[in-house]
């Protein structure tokens, strides 16, 4: 919250809990050399001067009648210079954004509350930080709630108002994707796919039947003017696992090489339940492997390959039994060392 915000609750704070003693206050405050006078009313209570009875009554009269508005009407403005729009609230305030309320965009979003306004932010449903820039860039679903407070304790609008403004950021790549809405005001002019123009099946919704690139183009319905776009490409398939040469059922008894269908797709691999990295592409360890494959959609598939006949790996007792040989080397080299005989 800003000063000027600060020193409206303050003076609301100061009349109701200090009105009785109000002219034991003016007095000590007349009282004091005019410096001091200033650090009194400045410092120590936020305010410019001493509120008069007239103004007094009048704020109370103003704070007695308001009340906190719900999701206000509010009125929208273009900037096409900057592209932002410009939300106005009853009381003139307003703030500002790089999309329209509702959107759904390929972001990044610019998002900037009035200062007095004490704002929360949530991204599919978990809080986050506010933006001290306004600018948002992460995926997600963004539900903003601001509660506005009167900027100036003089001003004739004393209402407080809890104001929400909401917007989607789309991952460059979605597998979820099935219907495309415009925000609210807004119709939609046409439709790229794959490159091709096409008009839209219904201005007031799009249905995402197929993979591929999409670009949706909207305007307001208003004035017709106000532009609105977004970009994305839907992805349902999962990536597939290539292995060389081709197995007709998931035992395997030859080296085999594995590869991914998509370029950047990753594999999570797993030997024998235990995850581990892939440090080549060619398997021939006896064993049994799990491979997840995804890609930056969200779409995976998952596989389970049985390795036998081949190469083992080291059991847990070779192991044990390897290291004590080898100690047992070592002891007997440095007892010899030690006790040299010359003949």
Same mark, same amino acid.
């Given at each position: 919250?800003?000063?000027?915000?600060? +020193?409206? #609750?303050? /003076?609301?704070?100061?009349?109701?809990?200090?009105?009785?003693?109000?002219?034991?206050?003016?007095? !000590?405050?007349?009282?004091?050399?005019?410096?001091?006078?200033?650090?009194?009313?400045?410092?120590?209570?936020? $305010?410019?001067? #001493?509120?008069?009875?007239?103004?007094?009554?009048?704020?109370?009269? &103003?704070?007695?009648?308001?009340?906190?508005?719900?999701?206000?009407?509010?009125?929208?403005?273009?900037?096409?210079?900057?592209?932002? %729009? /410009?939300?106005?609230?009853?009381?003139?305030?307003?703030?500002?954004?790089?999309?329209?309320?509702?959107? =759904?965009?390929?972001?990044?979003?610019?998002? #900037?509350?009035?200062?007095?306004?004490? @704002? /929360?932010?949530? +991204?599919?449903?978990?809080?986050?930080? @506010?933006?001290?820039?306004?600018?948002?860039?992460?995926?997600?679903?963004?539900? %903003?709630?601001?509660?506005?407070?009167?900027?100036?304790?003089?001003?004739?609008?004393?209402?407080?108002?809890?104001?929400?403004?909401?917007?989607?950021?789309?991952?460059?790549?979605?597998?979820? #994707?099935?219907?495309?809405?415009?925000?609210?005001?807004?119709?939609?002019?046409?439709?790229?796919?794959?490159?091709?123009? &096409?008009?839209?099946?219904?201005? !007031?919704?799009?249905?995402?039947?197929?993979?591929?690139?999409?670009?949706?183009?909207?305007?307001?319905?208003?004035?017709?003017?106000?532009?609105? !776009?977004?970009?994305?490409?839907?992805?349902?398939?999962?990536?597939?696992?290539?292995? /060389?040469?081709?197995?007709?059922?998931?035992?395997?008894?030859?080296?085999? =090489?594995?590869?991914?269908?998509?370029?950047?797709?990753?594999?999570?691999? %797993?030997?024998?339940?235990?995850?581990? @990295? *892939?440090?080549?592409?060619?398997?021939?360890?006896?064993?049994?492997?799990? %491979?997840?494959?995804?890609?930056?959609?969200?779409?995976? +598939?998952?596989?389970?390959? +049985?390795?036998?006949? &081949?190469?083992?790996?080291?059991?847990?007792?070779?192991?044990?039994?390897?290291?004590?040989?080898?100690?047992?080397? *070592?002891?007997? $080299?440095?007892?010899?060392? &030690?006790?040299?005989?010359?003949?």
């Amino acid at each position: 919250m800003t000063g000027v915000g600060k +020193r409206y #609750l303050y /003076t609301v704070l100061l009349i109701l809990l200090f009105l009785p003693c109000k002219n034991a206050y003016a007095a !000590e405050a007349e009282s004091l050399p005019s410096e001091d006078e200033e650090f009194f009313l400045e410092e120590k209570w936020g $305010l410019e001067s #001493l509120p008069s009875d007239e103004s007094v009554g009048d704020l109370l009269e &103003r704070l007695k009648n308001a009340k906190t508005i719900e999701n206000p009407r509010l009125e929208r403005t273009y900037q096409e210079g900057d592209r932002r %729009f /410009t939300y106005t609230l009853p009381n003139q305030m307003n703030f500002r954004a790089s999309v329209p309320d509702g959107a =759904m965009t390929d972001g990044p979003v610019t998002f #900037l509350p009035m200062k007095s306004a004490y @704002v /929360t932010v949530t +991204r599919n449903g978990m809080m986050e930080k @506010v933006s001290e820039d306004g600018v948002y860039t992460s995926p997600g679903n963004y539900v %903003f709630s601001m509660m506005v407070f009167p900027e100036e304790y003089q001003g004739t609008d004393m209402n407080s108002y809890r104001v929400p403004f909401e917007f989607q950021i789309l991952p460059d790549v979605v597998s979820s #994707l099935t219907l495309y809405v415009p925000p609210e005001g807004f119709y939609i002019t046409g439709i790229t796919f794959d490159g091709e123009d &096409r008009a839209p099946e219904n201005p !007031e919704w799009e249905f995402i039947h197929r993979d591929g690139s999409y670009t949706v183009r909207m305007l307001d319905q208003e004035t017709g003017t106000i532009p609105c !776009e977004a970009s994305f490409t839907r992805d349902t398939t999962a990536p597939f696992l290539f292995i /060389t040469p081709e197995q007709e059922t998931d035992v395997v008894k030859e080296p085999i =090489m594995i590869s991914v269908s998509e370029p950047g797709a990753s594999i999570q691999a %797993f030997y024998n339940g235990s995850e581990g @990295v *892939l440090v080549s592409n060619v398997i021939s360890t006896e064993g049994r492997y799990e %491979f997840y494959v995804s890609d930056a959609a969200g779409n995976s +598939r998952y596989y389970i390959l +049985r390795m036998k006949g &081949r190469v083992k790996g080291p059991e847990r007792k070779t192991i044990i039994l390897t290291i004590i040989g080898v100690a047992g080397v *070592l002891g007997f $080299l440095i007892y010899q060392r &030690r006790h040299m005989r010359f003949l």
